[in-house]
């Protein structure tokens, strides 16, 4: 029978007394260099997946190009808003792939082959090194090219967004961020009991384009799930719909960010729960 790993396994799951803002930073910036070397290193998948990602968004577009040549309105949205709500959700979905994705994803390898017994005794925050591994530099090329469209969009709109909608749009982004790599981390921590859990970690991957619908198509239960059990109706509607000065109240903003702090310290916890009875693959 396995036996638990040392103390060091829970210990270790905070960040370390000794380390400080100023060193995570400096072992960010390296963990960065090493995966702009290693994209380099295979520059034609580099570009190949920037543009695959590109074609899926113009699809987007085209899709809801195809719906609006039917009518005027979804709801109380327009064709060129709902347009914005989309560019607005695939910013936050490329920037998430950029930073989270693929780290989320492998923890389930990582428990398997025992590469987490190595990282359990590094002198640094797990979770940091298990979340923050690696970078898809493509990620950021890619919303870069959403931020384009929703220029575009607020031309075509009229709108002028001010700097405190700007400020506020970003704010919220970085909610929805939190959102989306919460849960993802928490679903991921599944796999301390099944091994292998790519299969959830990417069912819930594809629940990314319930949040580019606008809020008002979906009514009753549906609603309610991926309102607040789910928040993925907040995580793209509630950013542009800030742009769109379409907010009735602050309640959907105060919503969106306590909700992305509930799914963060819940991750959290089941972070913690998971590395307390983990069994060492080496044991």
């Given at each position: ?25 400096t072992i960010y910036w390296a ?253």
């Amino acid at each position: 029978m396995e036996t638990p790993r040392s103390d060091s396994i829970h210990t270790n799951s905070a960040p370390a007394p000794h380390g400080g803002l100023q060193r995570y930073l400096t072992i960010y910036w390296a963990l960065w260099r090493n995966s702009v070397v290693r994209e380099m290193g295979f520059k034609t998948n580099f570009i190949l997946w920037i543009l695959v990602e590109l074609l899926w968004f113009a699809l987007q577009i085209t899709f809801i190009s195809v719906i609006y040549s039917h009518t005027d309105h979804i709801a109380d949205w327009t064709k060129w808003q709902v347009v914005m709500l989309v560019a607005a959700s695939h910013f936050i979905q490329q920037v998430f792939t950029a930073l989270f994705l693929t780290n989320c994803v492998e923890i389930s390898e990582y428990i398997r082959k025992g590469s987490l017994d190595f990282m359990l005794l590094l002198p640094i925050n797990t979770r940091f090194i298990v979340s923050l591994r690696k970078v898809d530099l493509g990620g950021f090329i890619n919303a870069a090219s959403a931020l384009a469209v929703m220029t575009y969009c607020a031309r075509r709109l009229g709108i002028h967004p001010s700097a405190a909608q700007i400020a506020g749009f970003l704010l919220l982004c970085g909610s929805g961020l939190l959102v989306h790599y919460s849960l993802l981390f928490l679903l991921s921590c599944v796999s301390f009991w099944t091994v292998r859990a790519q299969g959830i970690v990417w069912g819930y991957y594809n629940l990314f384009n319930i949040s580019r619908l606008p809020d008002a198509a979906f009514h009753g239960f549906f609603k309610a799930l991926f309102t607040y059990a789910l928040p993925m109706l907040l995580v793209a509607n509630v950013p542009a719909k800030l742009l769109l000065s379409k907010l009735g109240s602050p309640f959907e903003m105060m919503l969106l960010l306590g909700l992305s702090f509930v799914c963060f310290f819940a991750s959290e916890s089941l972070w913690r729960f998971s590395l307390r009875h983990y069994t060492s693959a080496s044991s």
